[in-house]
Each structure stands twice: as C-alpha cells, then as structure tokens.
C-alpha cells in the first residue's frame, strides 16, 4: 500500500508557473501517492496523508491567520508537515534577515517598520546613502507590494505608500543595482545539500526577477565556490533543519548579499535540473522514515 503525500496548493494556479508535477513521478518510484490539495480546502481530512509539503500556496500572504490555522491542523494530524510549523513561524516575517546578519551573515542593509512612517523612509536614502530603494511587506511573496522609490520623485508617492502600507509592518533597503543587471542567483538545497543552482534575471525595465513578471531563468552548471560557500554558511545558521531551503542571493561589488531565505513556498525550480526531482524524492523519503 502506497504512502500518501499532499502538495499543498491554491485554488487557482494559472497565473503562475508551477513546477510541482515533475516530483510526481519520483515519488511514486519511492512508492509514494502524492495529491495536490488547495490548502483553503474544508473537506480534506489531514488524518488521511502521511506527509504533507507546502508547495505553491502562493497566496497565503493575503490570508496569513487562516493560512496558520491550517497549518496547525496538519500539525496536529496523523500527517507530517514539511517544512514544519516551527520554520513557517521562522521565516514568514522578514525580521529573520536582521537575525542572520548578526550571525555574520552579509545581508541587505535592512530597516523594518512596525508602522507607517513615511519621514522616516525619506531619511532612508540619506542613512543607506542612496538615492533609490526598495519598499516591501515583511510578510510577501510573489514580489507583492514591492516597489523601488527614487529620491528625486518620493513626495509624489506619498499618498500611494499611505495607503499600501498603513496597515503592514514593512522593510525598506538600499536598491542594489545589480539585480537589473547580472540578476539574482537562487541556491536550492534538499536537506543541506545543494541540488541546483540558477540565475534569474528581469526584463528590460523591470526589476523583479520572477517569471510571472517576465524573468528570465539560466542554470548555473558550475557555480562559483564563494557563492556556494556563502549559501551553505546561511544553510548552518538556520536555527533548524529543513527538508527544502532556497537561498536568494544578489551580488553588490565584490561581495555577496542574502536577500531572502525561502523555506516556506519556494519554487524549486525542478524544471531547471533534470535530476533534482528525484534528488527530492529520495531526501524526502529518507526524512520520513
């Protein structure tokens, strides 16, 4: 009798680019069942799967409570969550970076913001020494609500910023020019090995690097050492084990700098190594047992 897996995902995927379906196959090998299910479903019984992965729930930003809510059943159920609730609590809020950085990890100059202050954002041009930043949600994905802020144009954006992010607790960082032009390097690590590396670079005008906003995607075959060392260094620090991590990494000057950790919904990027969803399924079943 064949174990049975469930890929947690959204009702509705087609305005993404989803790479889930090519584990499908390995797993089975594995002697796995694996199930797509919406993670808003109210009919699934948790109860009825060995493990369940978080997989393209890519909407959960919108609905942060409910979205718990529905992690803590899985955790409490007979079912195995991957990457566990413990790690989901970790790493939703963007405050890990400063964390990192205090274990001597590079990162973007990061401040965060509990509440909207948009003289204080203004000012941040002058402590980042820069005349341009980024503005983001501390709890996004997709590149949601993310937007570069000139200086010279800042005050025609005042109302706009208002009412984006009155509400949200928010970080803003110094724009680091090289992601329009060398792009943003994604290291993908299955347990803390690394499976595969790639580059993801915007189109012409834009600067974010997904594919839904018309990125480009290279594999790296043989990526240069002090990237990777740089992504395992960041693999140490993680303050617990996790079945699938994605390092997100941006070259400024001679150094490298953590963007983001994605241990939640990543995107793994199977389609970019023909090996890798097999590589998962066996770091997977070997979790499991």
Not at 94 to 116: C, Q, V, W
Not at 164 to 175: A, G, H, R, T
Not at 211 to 239: A, Q, R
Not at 251 to 264: G, H, P, S, T, Y
Request: include cysteine.
């Amino acid at each position: 009798m064949n174990k049975k897996c469930a890929l947690l995902t959204m009702e509705d995927l087609s305005n993404f680019e989803s790479y889930d379906d090519l584990i499908i196959e390995p797993f089975n090998l594995l002697g796995w069942e694996c199930i797509f299910v919406p993670w808003e479903s109210k009919s699934v019984h948790w109860d009825d799967f060995d493990a369940v992965i978080i997989r393209s729930t890519w909407d959960y930003q919108q609905k942060e409570k409910l979205f718990f809510k529905t992690l803590a059943k899985i955790s409490k159920s007979k079912a195995k969550l991957y990457n566990p609730l413990s790690v989901v609590k970790w790493n939703i809020n963007k405050n890990y970076l400063k964390e990192l950085g205090k274990k001597d990890i590079a990162i973007i100059p990061t401040k965060i913001f509990d509440i909207f202050d948009y003289k204080s954002i203004k000012e941040c041009f002058l402590s980042f020494g820069t005349n341009k930043l980024i503005i983001k949600p501390s709890v996004s994905a997709n590149a949601d609500d993310t937007f570069i802020l000139e200086e010279s144009s800042i005050d025609d954006n005042r109302v706009f910023l208002t009412n984006v992010f009155k509400n949200k607790e928010y970080l803003v960082q110094p724009f680091i020019e090289n992601i329009k032009i060398e792009g943003e390097y994604s290291l993908i690590f299955f347990g803390n090995v690394l499976s595969h590396v790639l580059l993801k670079t915007p189109k012409a005008g834009d600067f974010r690097v997904q594919e839904e906003h018309g990125g480009i995607l290279k594999s790296i075959n043989s990526p240069e050492n002090s990237l990777v060392d740089f992504g395992l260094k960041v693999i140490k620090n993680l303050p617990m084990a996790c079945l699938y991590s994605r390092i997100d990494v941006v070259r400024n000057n001679d150094q490298f700098l953590l963007m983001e950790v994605e241990l939640i919904e990543p995107s793994l990027y199977f389609n970019m190594n023909s090996k890798s969803a097999m590589k998962f399924a066996k770091v997977f079943d070997r979790w499991h047992c």
